[in-house]
């Protein structure tokens, strides 16, 4: 054969090899909509691969802790080194840096002071904020820390607290009393963080500051944890309760937005 006249053929391993990653990442994002677990047979229809194939990829990245498959289960799941290198990409810096443009367009629509906090152990901490357009703006600065049980962000950070992490952060705290409407007793809180996490939804009604009131939301994931609370701030008499009310379907579009840039999976609307 004329070596002019061949033709130049993609080595295998180089094509199968880019090939592969492909449907490796096809089969991680498969899974990772399924909270639950998924099998393999409609794990490969899904993907549109050969149940063997998928398998043999699939072993792969169990072996190397990208995925898991519980004993007692033939479901598979996402695995804790996947959630390790998610978590060690959003440091702080990167949580300011993707939730600052997100704050802005709050607090543009909504003439508030917009605010991202973080748990940070057990304290609240206010990684991010911006100001609003309107007169009078109240912003806490930026690493400020809150109560959990006055504030909306605090409230909603501690509703997404396991129960042996609220009952121990219950035993060493105080529930300190900022003004006439803070809420210390303990049963009537834990009913008030079982209706945030119902409703997806925290108020502070002037109970850290009297003269203030917030909204705020949860932020989650791409495992659908709450990993963060986005909220608006203004002083009561601009931000009126039904005011409140209807400023918060915005907040909660903003979560939408900052939840989607952390890789979370948000139902399309319509």
């Not at 399924?34 to 490969?44: N, P, T, V, Y």
């Not at 152990?121 to 049980?149: E, Y």
């Not at 963080?193 to 939301?217: H, K, Q, S, Y």
Request: glycine residues 8%.
């Amino acid at each position: 054969m004329n070596p002019a006249n061949a033709k130049v053929v993609e080595p295998a391993k180089e094509r199968g090899g880019i090939q592969s990653i492909e449907r490796a990442f096809a089969i991680l994002e498969e899974i990772a909509r399924h909270r639950d677990g998924i099998g393999l047979a409609e794990l490969s229809k899904r993907v549109g691969l050969h149940s063997s194939t998928a398998f043999h990829l699939i072993r792969t990245m169990v072996q190397l802790g990208y995925l898991s498959q519980p004993p007692e289960s033939k479901k598979y799941r996402v695995g804790r080194r996947l959630f390790t290198l998610a978590a060690g990409a959003l440091d702080d810096v990167e949580l300011v840096r993707i939730a600052t443009p997100v704050l802005e367009k709050l607090s543009l629509e909504t003439s508030e002071a917009s605010h991202f906090a973080v748990r940070a152990a057990d304290d609240i901490v206010v990684v991010a904020k911006t100001a609003g357009g309107g007169m009078f703006q109240l912003v806490d600065r930026s690493g400020a820390v809150r109560p959990a049980h006055a504030t909306a962000l605090g409230k909603v950070l501690a509703a997404a607290m396991t129960a042996a992490e609220l009952e121990r952060w219950l035993q060493t705290h105080e529930l300190r009393k900022f003004t006439d409407k803070t809420t210390v007793e303990r049963e009537a809180l834990l009913r008030e963080l079982e209706a945030v996490r119902r409703n997806g939804i925290a108020f502070d009604d002037g109970e850290f500051d009297p003269e203030v009131r917030c909204v705020a939301v949860p932020v989650r994931d791409f495992a659908g944890r709450v990993s963060g609370a986005i909220g608006i701030s203004g002083p009561i008499w601009r931000l009126s309760l039904q005011a409140l009310q209807d400023k918060s379907a915005r907040v909660r579009e903003a979560a939408e937005q900052l939840s989607a840039e952390l890789g979370a999976h948000v139902a399309a609307k319509g």
